[in-house]
């Protein structure tokens, strides 16, 4: 990592894996305010949300950065799927044409960011395209990553199945909502990102 440099962390996943509530934790723990809206309707979260300075310090170390919260990576939008959330026709369709917007701008953050928390819903298959697609990503560009198991307070979490698929990255389990295990969260940013 650049010493002496204020770092652009950025969260990155799939829609609704949690990381707008991983960064609301984060910027309340640190900042003392939430980041960005949360809901159950996929793709929330269409443009890129910052949240500047955050500065987490822990047992004599310290990491200054900018939160980078992305929106979530797919392979597929499709505005149908907002219509089971209710959402009028009209709504939905743009929302997907916002969210597909948003995919490619979260995509082109790479270019910009200095480490990933790459966060993976636990109650989820995390063998998925766009998982494979981000990991290859950050791989090639050297991106210092690591992954986020997140939901494990719901009980079909496994992030257990997280690990197992990626044996070769750390994989943090943690509650973004019941703010579980944030303490190891912190203590690996600290190593992985200063």
Known sequence: M??????????????????????????????GKSLGKVSEIPHETRKVNFQREVVIEKDGAKLIFDIVDTPGITTKVDYRKFLEFGLPPDEAKKRAKEATKGVIEAIKWL????????????????????????IGNLEARDIPFFI??????LPEAK????????????????SALKK???????????????
């Open 111 to 134: 270019n910009d960011v200095d480490g990933v928390l790459l966060v993976m819903d636990s109650t989820r298959d995390p063998l998925t395209q766009a998982n494979v697609t981000i």
């Open 2 to 31: 650049r010493r002496n440099k204020k770092l652009k962390l950025g969260i990155y996943g799939h829609p609704n894996a949690g990381k707008t509530t991983l960064a609301n934790a984060i910027c309340e723990d640190w900042v």
């Open 148 to 153: 986020v198991a997140n939901k494990i307070d």
């Open 180 to 194: 579980e295990n944030l303490d190891k969260l912190y203590e690996t940013m600290l190593r992985t990102f200063r």
């Open 159 to 174: 992030p257990q199945k997280i690990e197992s698929i990626f044996p070769q990255h750390i994989v943090v389990p943690i």
